[in-house]
């Protein structure tokens, strides 16, 4: 006879359908704390500085950066001198985000290098070069006449298919914009993997495709021109970026959470249940179990695969997302998260 649920402080039962049971690829498991929403294409550093939960398992660099940048409105660019299939595999347990970037570009032989607008991870061997050309342009375009500057500093998205050139998309930007750019057969013909960048300044997106070949914008009254990335950089003015003045990594104290369902948090997870809960169980801050002999009495395999897309979840809600999709239950007993299957919660 299968056994009933136990009691507990905690209690949440939740029914659905199975979910499919075919594995589709490797576990990736994202929970994130509330971060802050930036009212503006370009996040401030205390951006940087937002508390993290979350856990990845063998996920490709390219593609962690994209969940990362969607997550945490905070785009993140991969460099293409940096290998895109780097598998990363992490979990925060209240990092800062500052910190689970530096703790990626250790493992991808990169550094950090955040900008006005955007994060960026660039090899070790160029550190600083685009923090330094955004510091020039900076400089430059606010001596440049008014209708000029703002044009290269109006703000739209940009977003391009798989394949795309590099010089090509920098001349159609120009050209949308009204500006005459010379050098562009210093761009290399090169193609690009599909992307889509939230709002940022022409001079920014110009610049962040051309960082990629030690290439920038530098722009006068005239129009722009393409040069080398450290053309007219004076030796020390690297990192001079608003933006790029590291802190040290913080931690939300614990004293301030009083009540666990004060935090909100984001999910998205496809992974086998026995490899999903012990994450999340684990950026929760709790240990985990699951009840084998209550899933083997209704069929279940621990293998089974769990999907979830979901934000804005209490603590409750967010476990309750997690066992709905294999009809489960859970239950919390100091630090223990137990899910189990209840013999009432037919599939």
């Known amino acids: ?176 914009a009204g500006l005459d750019v010379t050098g562009l057969d210093q761009v290399p013909h090169d193609h690009l993997p599909a992307a889509a960048l939230p709002a940022l300044q022409l001079g920014e997106r110009l610049d962040l495709v051309l960082a990629d070949y030690d290439l920038r914008i530098d722009w006068s009254p005239a129009g722009g021109a393409i040069v080398p990335i450290e053309a007219g950089i004076e030796p020390g003015a690297r990192a001079t970026s608003a933006a790029s003045t590291p802190s040290p990594p913080r931690r939300v104290p614990q004293a301030r959470r009083a009540d666990v369902n004060d935090t909100v948090y984001s999910l998205r997870v496809e992974a086998a249940l026995d490899q999903a809960v012990p994450a999340v169980a684990k950026a929760l801050g709790l240990r985990s179990t699951i009840d084998g002999a209550t899933l083997a009495a209704r069929g279940i395999a621990p293998g089974e695969i769990v999907r979830v897309d979901a934000r804005d979840l209490t603590r409750d809600e967010l476990l309750d997302a997690l066992a709905r999709p294999l009809g489960l239950s859970w239950t919390i007993d100091g630090d223990m998260l137990r899910v189990f299957a209840p013999p009432d919660a037919p599939r």
Do not use: K, Y
């Open 1 to 176: 006879m299968p056994s009933s649920p136990p009691s507990g402080r905690d209690h949440r039962t939740a029914r659905g359908r199975a979910a499919a049971r075919r594995v589709f690829g490797p576990c990736v498991v994202t929970l994130l704390a509330a971060l802050p929403t930036w009212t503006t294409a370009a996040p401030p550093a205390a951006a940087l500085d937002a508390e993290v939960r979350a856990a990845w398992t063998s996920v490709p660099l390219r593609e962690w950066a994209r969940r990362v940048s969607e997550s945490t409105g905070t785009p993140v660019i991969v460099d293409r001198r940096l290998d895109p299939d780097q598998p990363i595999t992490l979990t925060s347990d209240g990092d800062t985000l500052r910190a689970v970037l530096d703790r990626v570009a250790s493992a991808a032989g990169a550094t950090v290098e955040p900008l006005t607008a955007t994060t960026r991870l660039t090899p070790q061997n160029r550190a600083g070069r685009a923090a330094a050309a955004e510091a020039a342009r900076v400089r430059v375009v606010r001596r440049l006449p008014a209708d000029l500057r703002r044009r290269v500093e109006r703000r739209a998205a940009w977003n391009w298919p798989a394949a795309a050139q590099p010089r090509d998309l920098v001349a159609a930007a120009a050209a949308e």
